[in-house]
């Protein structure tokens, strides 16, 4: 009995330290005491905010109401010359989006449950000609893609990335690291806490993913519950760097070298995919994020001291919608600048979070760099918001970009209506 007892008492303690570390990772004590005094110091900003319109300038599909993803891709699955619309392990046939399952799964609980799907992309992986899917699952957890059968019916072949690397940092990107026209996956290395890229086979039938190191081991930005990392050039050299919160990864030639060097700076609280831009046009990049579990939008105006050193003082952008937890990039308005998308994390940690009671906003920013304040914010949605990952693609065929999200709202296509 007495034995019993014990175990018990020790699922009892096991499970409070479990909610602990959990509580403890996901923390935003700190963040929230800045958010409060933000909230306090921009009343008039967020009530502005607030009673914004929606623009009119998207014309909504729901896809589904169903929480089966926080991540979102686009790919012709079925080669019929139409983007079809991927959510985890569902996707949806365009042009009448019928559901599909490519390896079984279910509907999740949006206030209870993650779904095992984080970030999506689409891509031919194996280059068969046939589009694949590579989702990005539970923070640490390795990524994997799903091979598409063409037209055989069944489960979809599942292969893991890169001999199973932890994937480490909250928002992984989908970038072009090394310029071969194939986009690679930017994040950290869970085990040796190291800023890495996992780049896709390079030849026609090759199924191995290869990790490459930027920076040396146990650096910031690779733990697990790391939030913002993005790629840009911060310097001006001529070679992209990497920036996390804490500061930024030097960049060189070598994108193998795993050498990179570290230059600590203040890129503010933790973020969502973070992007580097000339804001206000002075001819030094800034860096723009947004809050992934608290409160703010922000740019990071480059400032360079005496010593020659690279700082940045931040800049409040919004405090329309909290749990701004992706962003992407894209002209949205065909100005020729690329705009600032982001959106709530609706249930970000399933009703725990700051602003947990507004409305599910997706939003866009254009820039207007020499003329204060260097951007205009755009309300697209307000019963919707964005999951860890935004796809911006042509879904029609009009040449406009469009803008698809996942999350446990459901999963929603935004046509661009804009005129140019
Ligand atoms: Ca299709
Ligand atoms: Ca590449
Ligand atoms: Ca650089
Ligand atoms: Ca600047």
Request: some cysteine; hydrophobic content about 35%; proline content about 4%.
């Amino acid at each position: 009995m007495k034995a019993r007892i014990d175990l018990n008492s020790r699922y009892v303690l096991s499970g409070v330290l479990l909610v602990c570390c959990l509580t403890s990772a996901y923390s935003q004590d700190k963040s929230l005491f800045k958010v409060r005094q933000q909230q306090a110091s921009n009343t008039a900003q967020r009530a502005d905010a607030k009673s914004a319109i929606l623009s009119n300038d998207f014309k909504k599909t729901e896809i589904t109401r169903d929480f089966i993803s926080e991540g979102v891709a686009v790919a012709d699955l079925n080669k019929d010359g139409k983007m079809d619309i991927v959510a985890g392990y569902y996707w949806f046939e365009a042009p009448n989006w019928t559901r599909h399952e490519m390896a079984p799964s279910r509907v999740y609980d949006p206030r209870k449950e993650y779904s095992d799907s984080f970030l999506n992309l689409g891509m031919d992986v194996n280059q068969d000609g046939w589009d694949d899917v590579v989702i990005i699952d539970f923070p640490g957890k390795p990524g994997f893609w799903f091979e598409n059968p063409k037209k055989a019916a069944g489960e979809w072949k599942k292969h893991i990335l890169a001999d199973s690397v932890g994937i480490a940092n909250e928002s992984p990107g989908f970038i072009d690291i090394d310029g071969d026209g194939r986009l690679d996956i930017l994040c950290g290395d869970k085990d040796k806490k190291q800023i890495v890229w996992l780049k896709p086979p390079v030849k026609p039938g090759e199924m191995e993913w290869q990790r490459f190191a930027l920076s040396k081991e146990n650096v910031p930005g690779t733990d697990i519950f790391s939030h913002g990392i993005g790629y840009g050039d911060v310097n001006k050299d001529g070679f992209n760097d990497v920036v996390v919160r804490e500061g930024w990864y030097e960049g060189t030639t070598d994108k193998k070298a795993g050498n990179w060097v570290f230059h600590p700076a203040n890129l503010g609280e933790n973020c969502s995919h973070m992007q580097i831009l000339d804001v206000n046009g002075d001819g030094k990049n800034d860096v723009v994020s947004a809050s992934a579990h608290a409160l703010g939008i922000w740019w990071h105006e480059q400032i360079v001291d005496e010593q020659g050193q690279i700082n940045f003082k931040t800049h409040l952008m919004s405090n329309t919608t909290a749990q701004t937890h992706s962003s992407i990039m894209a002209d949205l308005n065909g100005d020729g600048r690329k705009d600032y998308i982001t959106g709530k994390r609706f249930l970000a940690h399933h009703g725990r979070d700051p602003g947990d009671s507004d409305p599910g906003i997706l939003l866009w920013f254009e820039f207007t760099p020499g003329k204060e304040p260097y951007y205009k914010e755009h309300i697209i949605d307000n019963d919707s918001g964005a999951g860890l990952n935004i796809t911006v693609h042509d879904m029609n065929g009009d040449k406009k970009p469009d803008i698809v999200i996942a999350n446990k709202n459901g999963v929603f296509l935004f046509e661009n209506k804009m005129k140019k």
